[in-house]
């Protein structure tokens, strides 16, 4: 079964690699944003953590898939349940740049997003990636060592050939 877990921080390039790989591996993917800030008909609301996980238990029921996102506390389940977990993990000026830059395309409508790309959201950005390197990194790091087994890090995710997803998981 193939069970894809692609964390990293904000502009890290998560979303271009699970596309990549929902189309070669043909899994479905999800974008962990979307399961915490659900888009209705009607209105778009935070599920709250428990409702996150019941989201991607019911997910996780139906078989093979790629979830993308920032590490947070709803996702624990991610770590146990994934075959593979791929941590992308560009340099720090890289991401600064992604984030100016998808910033630029989304206010151009060249890129779309799922919230209001304003400055207060750039600057958001800005802080949680500041966030993580001062503060948040070695966790995310502790936790990558239990299941080091099963992690591939990436600086880029170019450089992911498929050759590295476990044998097993590509059948």
């Known amino acids: 079964m193939k069970k894809i877990y692609i964390v990293g921080i904000v502009a890290s390039g998560k979303t271009t690699l699970a596309k990549r790989l929902s189309e070669e591996l043909k899994i479905p993917w999800y974008e962990l944003d979307c399961i915490v800030h659900h888009q209705s008909a009607t209105e778009r609301f935070k599920r709250t953590p428990e409702q996150q996980v019941e989201v991607i238990q019911e997910i996780d029921q139906r078989g093979a898939w790629i979830f993308e996102g920032t590490d947070r506390k709803s996702y624990q389940c991610l770590y146990e349940m994934a075959?593979?977990?791929?941590f992308l993990d560009p340099p720090l000026?890289?991401?600064?740049i992604r984030i100016l830059i998808r910033f630029l395309k989304q206010n151009l409508g060249i890129e779309e997003c799922h919230y209001k790309p304003d400055l207060k959201m750039l600057k958001m950005m800005y802080a949680w990636t500041r966030d993580f390197e001062d503060n948040r990194r070695d966790q995310l790091e502790a936790k990558l060592q239990i299941h080091a087994h099963k992690v591939i890090r990436l600086q880029n995710s170019n450089n992911l050939d498929l050759k590295y997803i476990r044998p097993?998981?590509?059948?």
């Open 93 to 96: 000026w890289k991401r600064r």
């Open 168 to 171: 097993q998981d590509r059948g």
């Open 83 to 86: 075959d593979t977990i791929i």
